[in-house]
T-cell receptor
């Protein structure tokens, strides 16, 4: 089956620093999604990407759909303490009636005030 | 607007006991529904998904089962819980094949002792 490699697995940064994480796959996707999960809660959708090369921002967050359709990255600028959490990428190839997202294993972000 | 509910929020059950977790969605019709399990600090594992009433697809063979008795209700069950069933169970929905964003419920924390 399809697999996503998400990196880094975890990161510790100082408040105010920028953050970058990415996901790569051996298969192509035509949808990339980025979620954030706070402890004890369900993941919340941050950004959805539907076109290769697409660059989309949501406040301090920016995500891009790779040209090859096999990767995506998420950047967070000027991190703040509430950015702490686990960030998941997810990809979908919408072929043959597929309804299943493939999730990365997550990037755990810690922000040091 | 659409909302998704899960209950109970937390559950502690002895090994061998039955299980019933409920998920309901409001504000939409004919959603695709999903059950995921998340072990501590790990990624999301898809357990079941449903594209309509009575239609269940199982992704991982195990002692869990799912049912969809109504359009906006999705139930996860077990006749006899195992220790390995402990985890964080998340329900998610999406409008259908036209939209790929999945939206998650608040989750149920299950501890099997």
């Amino acid at each position: 089956g399809q697999q996503l490699n998400q990196s880094p697995q975890s990161m510790f940064i100082q408040e105010g620093e920028d953050v970058s994480m990415n996901c790569t796959s051996s298969s192509i996707f035509n949808t990339w999604l980025w979620y954030k999960q706070d402890p004890g809660e369900g993941p919340v959708l941050l950004i959805a990407l539907y076109k290769a090369g697409e660059l989309t921002s949501n406040g301090r967050l920016t995500a891009q759909f790779g040209i090859t359709r096999k990767d995506s990255f998420l950047n967070i600028s000027a991190s703040i303490p509430s950015d702490v959490g686990i960030y998941f990428c997810a990809g979908l190839y919408s072929g043959a009636g597929s309804y299943q997202l493939t999730f990365g294993k997550g990037t755990k972000l810690s922000v040091i005030p | 607007s659409q909302t998704i509910h899960q209950w109970p929020a937390t559950l502690v059950q002895p090994v061998g006991s039955p299980l019933s977790l409920e998920c309901t969605v409001e504000g939409t019709s004919n959603p695709n529904l999903y059950w995921y399990r998340q072990a501590a600090g790990r990624g999301l594992q898809l357990l079941f998904y449903s594209v309509g009433i009575g239609q269940i697809s199982s992704e991982v063979p195990q002692n869990l089962s799912a049912s969809r008795p109504q359009d906006r209700q999705f139930i996860l069950s077990s006749k006899k819980l195992l220790l390995s069933d402990s985890g964080f169970y998340l329900c998610a929905w999406t409008i259908g094949s036209s939209y790929n964003e999945q939206f998650f419920g608040p989750g149920t924390r299950l501890t099997v002792l």
